[in-house]
């Protein structure tokens, strides 16, 4: 069965810093990854996926993730905060890409950005 | 429509009434999930349907919970008899084939006092 672990619960930076969320997997097959960001009150986004192709993917607003198949791992980064990147921030794993395989949520970091 | 419709976004019920979410996905979409959030958590999977089949109901938490798609479109996520354990927002995503992106909508918000 798969599984994703968030490190951190909390991450608080400080606009034009970097940023980095953690994120490491669990999967028996060559898994799909995501990350999603949710806004309060707002639904789910989609930032950036990974399917087994290029293993630094590229995202919306700036984000990018790189899969590491040796650490079991797919962190969030970004180069620069900006204070409407402050959201709640899930790293998901799906065993495919397609069909009916539901997507498997970690708990959620929670990004703060101070100015 | 544009995007994923949940209704109502808000619903405050007593404990043992039965409650009823609605889902409009995206026209067209063939693929529809519904999820449950705990305060703090992750959406966790609570069942899936390919147009108008429920293929994976694996989720539900209950008998309590019951989901329908009658016509291949617009879904209902039942609740009977609520308990306060089931307050959460409660996620529909859709999408348009077996593969793609997932489009969530907004969730209820649903509160059992």
């Known amino acids: 069965a798969q599984s994703v672990t968030q490190l951190d619960s909390h991450v608080s930076v400080s606009e034009g810093t970097p940023v980095l969320l953690r994120c490491n997997y669990s999967s028996s097959y060559s898994p799909s990854l995501f990350w999603y960001v949710q806004h309060p009150n707002k639904g789910l986004q989609l930032l950036l996926k990974?399917?087994?192709?290029?293993?630094l993917v590229k995202g919306i607003n700036g984000f990018e993730a790189e899969f590491k198949k040796s650490e079991t791992s797919f962190h969030l980064t970004k180069p620069s905060a900006h204070m409407s990147d402050a959201a709640e921030y899930f790293c998901v794993v799906s065993d495919t890409w397609s069909g009916n395989t539901p997507l498997v949520f970690g708990k959620g970091t929670r990004l703060s950005v101070i100015a | 429509g544009a995007g994923v419709s949940q209704s109502p976004r808000y619903k405050v019920a007593k404990r043992g009434q039965d409650v009823a979410l609605r889902c409009d996905p995206i026209s067209g979409h063939v693929s529809l999930f519904w999820y449950q959030q705990a305060l703090g958590q992750g959406p966790e999977f609570l069942t899936y349907f390919q147009n108008e089949a429920q293929l994976d109901k694996s989720g539900l938490p209950s008998d309590r919970f019951f989901a329908e798609r009658p016509e291949g479109s617009v879904s209902t996520l039942k609740i009977q008899r609520t308990q306060q354990e089931d307050s959460a927002v409660y996620l529909c995503?859709?999408?348009?084939?077996?593969?793609?992106?997932?489009?969530f909508g907004e969730g209820s918000r649903l509160t059992v006092l």
């Open positions: 990974y399917t087994s192709a290029a293993t």
């Open positions: 995503a859709s999408r348009s084939t077996g593969a793609g992106e997932l489009f």
